[in-house]
């Protein structure tokens, strides 16, 4: 995972598994959030720790992005176009991402889901990643 | 506690004016407003307005008088006029107030509208790597809705349709041409299943309202419109906004379920008694989700309605009579205002080419936005009890 440049690396836990979002989850209600944050939404308390969120998922739901968008945007064209959804990860939250699959007629409600990271901008360095979900193959 | 009643509405055209700033949209319609009620803005004991990119509201004295009125200013989204005219509802039904004005008046540059992550909270990968674009919110939030309820997405493509024909009919609407729902549909597609004339523009344009206690009203017009309820909400933990970069498993009502349902409770009237209803359309999806979250219909009833034309002007229930949001434009402080100004030309008989038959004597306004509010009002031409 060091070799790749990630656009937030505050976003990204190193597990055995691979890479993996951290999120929040609330020692008193159980409520999760991403990205970390100390108050929980839910019960209003503080008692916020550090949690490892799930690599897989279905899909909830999804959409393209059909005009080039305007800044803060900060992708490259090679990249585009894009598509963006909300992942569903049992137990923990919905949480929203790219996609890798741009063709909404390959997309479907429900659909098994596992995380990657995509490039999404180049600088002189090269590319600079970020999440995504792409269609998991068992 | 005493009642408020609406005596005077003015209105500076919607869409695009080349050359007169949102400022002076504003004055135009202030002055519409007081002399629809007859009266000068010297008689005006409180003022409440904003604009969202158009200037402050309480500069708009030196141009209509300096009469040192107090003149708040409210800022909240899409909700600006709604905020406005709760303002005014209060300070008129404490008794603190008799008589004062709601003014809400915006222009937008063109395209979409941008947003800095960091104002709403959020780090700036968010904005980086293209999430933080509100088209695309719609897009996921009907995607998701239309899967829920087994709803078919040409529906869309007919709301869209009937914005545009009730816009041509519709002398003050920005966009004045039919376009069938074959054309909507065919149009570019912006975020799935949402294509370019499902959304509504951001634009321009002004309105403004003169509020008094109900008992007064007969003093400035012979046929008032009483504001039975004003209420304004927030999200609730599990609601789906935008800007969200993760949400609850928990599912919650949308804030418009709550203030639409507190609305009608203060007003003591049920959905169903709704004459004319005017519903957040920043995009046909928002009708499509508003009619059944404000109470007007059940979910997933919403297809047969508008299919069988149940919702155009002569149908059992008319939705966006003046082409809402989508032949308006977005001009975000004044939306709200547009609303009511719509249903009280509607209850008062003053609609013209667009007017509701059978003589329609309750109205409901809705506007939602971002970061998930939402304001509702009931109008009736009777004195509520």
């Known amino acids: ?69 305007k800044p803060p945007y ?4 090679a990249y585009e176009p894009y598509a963006v959804g909300y992942v569903e990860l049992p137990g923990q939250l919905i949480v929203e991402t790219r996609l890798v699959e741009t063709d909404p007629d390959r997309l479907e409600i429900g659909m098994p889901v596992e995380l990657a990271l995509v490039p999404f901008r180049d600088d002189e360095q090269g590319p600079v990643h970020t999440f995504a979900f792409v269609r998991r193959t068992p | 506690m005493s009642g408020v009643a609406i005596v005077g509405i003015g209105m500076h055209r919607f869409g695009r004016t080349e050359g007169v700033s949102g400022r002076s949209q504003a004055v135009h319609a202030a002055r519409q407003a007081l002399d629809d009620a007859g009266l000068r803005f010297s008689d005006m004991q409180f003022g409440f307005g904003g604009s969202y990119s158009a200037g402050d509201a309480d500069t708009l004295v030196s141009e209509l008088g300096l009469t040192g009125l107090p003149f708040v200013n409210v800022a909240n989204g899409c909700a600006t006029g709604g905020s406005a005219l709760i303002a005014a509802d209060a300070a008129i039904r404490s008794g603190t107030h008799d008589l004062g004005i709601v003014i809400g008046f915006d222009k937008h540059p063109r395209g979409a509208f941008d947003a800095d992550p960091a104002e709403h909270g959020i780090g700036s990968w968010y904005g980086e790597t293209g999430m933080m674009v509100t088209t695309q919110f719609f897009g996921m939030k009907i995607q998701r809705y239309l899967h829920d309820h087994d709803l078919k997405p040409g529906v869309l493509a007919e709301i869209a349709a009937k914005a545009f024909r009730n816009g041509a009919r519709n002398p003050m609407a920005w966009r004045r041409k039919e376009m069938t729902a074959d054309e909507v549909a065919a149009a570019p597609m912006i975020s799935h299943p949402l294509t370019q004339y499902m959304y509504c523009s951001p634009g321009e344009g002004a309105v403004a309202l003169v509020l008094c206690r109900a008992e007064d009203a007969h003093r400035y017009t012979d046929r008032p419109v009483y504001l039975a309820a004003a209420t304004f909400r927030s999200r609730r933990y599990g609601s789906f906004e935008v800007y969200s970069p993760w949400l609850a498993l928990d599912r919650a009502p949308s804030p418009s379920v709550d203030a639409a349902a507190a609305a009608f409770a203060a007003a003591g009237i049920a959905p169903s008694d709704v004459d004319v209803a005017q519903i957040q359309d920043t995009e046909s999806g928002a009708e ?10 059940e979910h997933g009833e919403q297809e047969d309605l508008i299919l069988s034309g149940g919702t155009a002007i002569e149908g059992r229930l008319p939705v966006n009579t003046d082409g809402g949001c989508l032949a308006n434009g977005e001009p975000i402080g004044a939306s709200g205002l547009r609303q009511v100004h ?30 998930g509010i939402s304001a509702c009002t009931v109008l009736t031409r009777e004195e509520p009890s």
């Open chain 1, 1 to 69: 995972m060091s070799a790749v440049r990630f656009v937030d690396p505050s976003l990204l836990a190193d597990t055995a598994e691979g890479p993996a979002l951290w999120g929040s989850r609330c020692r008193d209600c159980g409520a999760h959030t991403f990205p970390r944050q100390g108050g929980c939404p839910r019960c209003t308390g503080s008692g916020m720790e550090d949690v490892v969120l799930s690599r897989t998922g279905t899909l909830w739901s999804f959409t393209t992005q059909g005009f080039r968008a």
């Open chain 1, 74 to 77: 900060t992708g490259s064209p």
């Open chain 2, 288 to 297: 499509l989700m508003h009619m059944a979250e404000t109470g007007l219909c």
């Open chain 2, 342 to 371: 719509e249903n009280v030309l509607q209850l008062r008989g003053d609609a013209g080419e667009h007017q509701v038959p059978g003589d329609p004597r309750v109205g409901f306004t809705h506007v939602y936005g971002a970061p």
